[in-house]
């Protein structure tokens, strides 16, 4: 299926977390600007004492996104209480906006995509997964190549003891690999996942981690699994 039959079949609500992160966010709207699948709407969640409306150059993507046709809900707060409580606010915002959107994009806000990150992961969706995740490099990371055939050695092993505690954990994230193409099943996204709408209505972020919620998506990623 081509983009544009993608872009009718699909709406996509993008869901950002951010704190103290005005220039990375704008790399970000720059690159979601030039996406090759653009049937999108964009919920930002910010955090800080320095409001994101104060930021020229982000304000200035936020306008020109909007000028293209995609809806931007921008909700900016002095006052933190963790990561975990922005994502399921963000969730909660996504149900009342009532975009019409049938799957839902959370995105890091330190990252910059590849022009068909968007589109790939909709290939994925096409072929019936519930979520797909995408590897992408931190926007200040030094990129290098890898070969496919390490990833599932390092991404795709977790194990829980009788107690159900977890006794190991192997994930990845922020590399590059030569090939892009390949889909692998895994126990956890890491850590941008494009998901149906649906799964929402079963999993949350759990609050009582600790505030920067440090692999918090593994624990969405099991209630996913799970329910």
Known sequence: MNVRELEKKYCVDILISTRDRHSELYGLLVSL????????NILIRHESQTPLSTHYPTQ???NE?????????LKDRQQSFGVCFSRNDLIKEH?????GANLVLRLDDDIILENTYIE????GIEMDYDLMSGIISLAGQQKFERENRFIGKIINEHKLNEKG????FKDDCGFCYLDNNQILPTHQFRTNCLMKTEVLEHCTYPTWISHVGFREEGFFSFQAIIN
């Open 60 to 62: 200035i993507m936020i």
């Open 95 to 99: 149900k009342n906006w009532k975009t």
């Open 120 to 123: 790939k992961l909709l290939e």
């Open 33 to 40: 600007q030039y996406q090759t699948f653009q049937n999108f």
């Open 65 to 73: 996104l909007k000028f293209q046709g995609h809806k931007v809900f």
């Open 165 to 168: 505690e977890l006794i190991l």
